[in-house]
């Protein structure tokens, strides 16, 4: 059973930026990795993606302001994310396809609020 495990949420001021990771308990290289983020009441919604070979792919709302980027030695995934904006407010999710299964963290919540 592979377990994700995100870490970086926390409160922050509209404008501001965190850095969440996400540690795999499995060797994560040549596995697609992605971020997703759930607000309230809504579905959950993809944000970025990072391939195997590095290739960042984004939700264009975040383009220019969030980064995926990953650590094959530490099994992590990080998505820093600069200018935050209230709407962004959720629980962000590290996603891994392994094989023909996928994996889902539990998640770490971000608020964006003054």
């Known amino acids: 059973q592979v377990q994700l495990v995100e870490s970086g949420g926390g409160l922050v001021q509209p404008g501001g930026s965190l850095r969440l990771s996400c540690a795999a308990s499995?060797?994560?290289?040549?596995?697609?990795m992605a971020w997703y983020r759930q607000a309230p009441g809504n579905q959950r919604e993809w944000v970025a993606a990072?391939?195997?070979?590095?290739?960042?792919h984004y939700l264009i709302s975040v383009e220019g302001r969030f980064t995926i980027s990953r650590d094959n030695a530490k099994n992590t995934v990080y998505l820093e994310m600069n200018n935050l904006k209230p709407e962004e407010t959720g629980v962000y999710l590290c996603?891994?396809?392994?094989?023909?299964?996928?994996?889902w963290g539990q998640g770490t919540q971000v608020t964006v609020s003054s």
């Open positions: 996603n891994a396809h392994i094989g023909a299964a996928t994996y």
């Open positions: 499995t060797s994560i290289s040549g596995v697609l």
């Open positions: 990072i391939t195997s070979g590095g290739n960042p």
